[in-house]
């Protein structure tokens, strides 16, 4: 019968042999998700048997992230923002280059403020579930392309008690822009950024596992930062602001995009690895 120490030492050497970064890691998240406790929980534990019932679910988590899936899609949920939110493979991974364009709006906004939010492509909902809970006096809109991830979005705003906040609802933005809301104050996005041409080059986990309508535009990568910019006139209000998560080395053109849509006071802020991340402006 096998431990939990022993487990998670055997179950680290296969996943490193299959190339899997930082593999002890990995495999303590796993059982420390099977076992339903922390890692450091673990480590109190580290004696304790594993009934066979475990070692076989324990197995197919290794198998699975031994082929690269995702741990998150394993687990089945990720802490954004510190919020647990649901994920499936229909939604992109909530990213903690994300958690920084909420702090953005958080850190420019009033708390207080009645704000009416739109959230472009709102995938697993971390954004408008996590500007809900921040904004107590706030109505988030969320609209996405994808039913599932739709449905994903409205669990997660239940998850939270934000449902009477929240609107998630299905909406393909290259084609419908119509609202039926007075202007926002705020609109936000992180939307599919990445370029037809560097697509190709992104890592196995997110090209075999992510939806790619999350990741790419299947273009230059600028499609959804002309779309956004171009409606804003109809959609946002004077003075609102306008919230883009990017690509690394896209911030100077997004910013000429939101100069040329009547955007000013344009800020650009950099992500933990120094890269302009987030770029936000006030419509004129
Ligand atoms: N809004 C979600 C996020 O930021 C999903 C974004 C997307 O699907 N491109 O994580």
Known sequence: MLTVLECINKSADYLAAKGVECAR??????????LKCNRLDLYLKFDQPLSENEIELYREFLKRRGMFEPLQYIIGSVEFYGLKIKVTPSVLIPRPETELLVETVINSVDKEDELNILDIGCGSGNISVALAAN???SIVTGIDISA????????????HNLSSRINF???DILKDVSFDSKK???IIS???YVSEMDFEKVQPEIKNYEPDVAV????????????ISGISDKILRQQGMLFFEVAVNQSDHVKKILLNNGFENINIVNDYQNIERIIYGIKN
């Not at 979005?153 to 239940?158: P, Q, S, T």
Request: glycine share 6%.
């Open 25 to 34: 890691t990995n495999a303590e998240l796993l059982l420390g998700h099977l």
């Open 135 to 137: 904004f107590p006096n």
């Open 216 to 227: 790419t535009d299947h273009s230059d990568g600028f499609v959804f930062f002309r779309k």
């Open 169 to 171: 609802s299905l909406k």
């Open 190 to 192: 992180n939307p599919p």
């Open 184 to 186: 926002f104050d705020i």
């Open 148 to 159: 599932d991830a739709i449905k994903i979005a409205k669990e997660n705003a239940g998850l």
